[in-house]
C-alpha cells in the first residue's frame, strides 16, 4: 500500500517570510495529491491540490509542487500571515479507483509569529 | 452549508460502554471514512466504505466496528470502550473516484 511521510512535524516562521512543508509517497500509481488545513477545534479543509500530470499549481500565496520521479511533493506558502497558524497535512491516493482510500501524512504544526 | 455531520461534538463514556459514532453526508458520496486523530499520529484510517453495507478495514480496527444501512451514513461503534480509545473521530466522505473528499467537523470521545 500507499505509505506517506511528512516532514517536519512542527514549523515556526516569523510573519512574512515563507514555509515550505514536505511530503514523499511511495506507491507510484497515485495520481492526486490534495493538502488539508486544520486550524484549532476545527475539520481539516481542503486547501489546494495536484494531479500528476501537473508539475506545480498556485492560488494566492499557496503554491504546491510535485516531482513524480522523485514521489514528492510539496506545500509552499508565501508572506505568511498568522492566520495561517494551523495543522497542515499532505495526502495521495489513486483517484478512479472504486474503493480508494487517501493516505494522509502525519501533519504539520505551523506556527506564524506576529 | 455543512455537508458532512457526525452526531456529537464531545462525548464522554464509561469504560465497557458500547459507544455509537455517527455520521451523516448529504451529498450522495459512495464512499466514506472514519479516522482518529491522535498528537504526532496524524489521522489514521479504522474502517472505510465504498458502497451500502460494504467495509474495509483500515490501519487500525481492533476494537471498532462500522455499519453501512443506507447510502448517507456510516456508524462507527466501540464495542466495549477503553480508555485507549479516548481521542477525537473524523468522518469523511467522497465520490466513487475520490473526488470530492470531506470531513466531518469531528467528535471528541472521552472514555473514563
Known amino acids: 500500500g500507499e505509505n506517506v511521510e511528512q516532514h517536519p512535524s512542527t514549523l515556526s516562521v516569523q510573519e512574512g517570510d515563507s514555509a515550505v512543508i514536505k511530503c514523499t509517497y511511495s506507491?507510484?500509481?497515485?495520481?492526486?495529491f490534495p493538502w488539508y488545513k486544520q486550524e484549532l477545534g476545527k475539520r481539516p479543509q481542503l486547501i489546494i491540490d495536484?494531479?500528476?500530470?501537473?508539475g506545480e499549481k498556485k492560488d494566492q500565496r499557496i503554491a504546491v509542487t510535485l516531482n513524480k520521479t522523485a514521489k514528492h511533493f510539496s506545500l509552499h506558502i508565501t508572506e505568511t500571515q498568522p492566520e495561517d497558524s494551523a495543522v497542515y497535512f499532505c495526502?495521495?491516493?489513486?483517484?478512479?479507483?472504486?474503493?480508494?482510500?487517501?493516505?494522509f501524512g502525519t501533519g504539520t504544526s505551523l506556527t506564524v509569529i506576529p | 452549508d455543512v455537508k458532512v455531520t457526525q452526531s456529537s461534538r464531545y462525548l464522554v463514556k464509561r469504560t465497557g460502554e458500547k459507544v455509537f459514532l455517527e455520521c451523516v453526508q448529504d451529498?450522495?458520496?459512495?464512499?466514506m471514512f472514519w479516522y482518529r486523530q491522535d498528537p504526532g499520529l496524524g489521522l489514521r484510517l479504522i474502517y472505510f466504505?465504498?458502497?451500502?453495507?460494504?467495509?474495509e478495514k483500515g490501519d487500525i480496527p481492533e476494537g471498532y466496528s462500522v455499519s453501512r444501512e443506507k447510502k448517507e451514513r456510516f456508524s462507527l461503534i466501540l464495542e466495549s470502550a477503553s480508555t485507549n480509545q479516548t481521542s477525537m473521530y473524523l468522518c469523511?466522505?467522497?465520490?466513487?473516484?475520490?473526488?470530492?473528499?470531506?470531513f466531518g467537523s469531528g467528535t471528541r470521545l472521552t472514555v473514563v
Open positions: 469523511a466522505s467522497s465520490l466513487r473516484e475520490g473526488v470530492g473528499y470531506t
Open positions: 506507491d507510484s500509481a497515485s495520481n492526486y
Open positions: 495536484i494531479r500528476s500530470n501537473v
Open positions: 495526502a495521495a491516493t489513486r483517484l478512479g479507483w472504486t474503493g480508494n482510500q487517501f493516505y
Open positions: 451529498m450522495d458520496h459512495e464512499n
Open positions: 466504505s465504498y458502497d451500502v453495507k460494504m467495509k
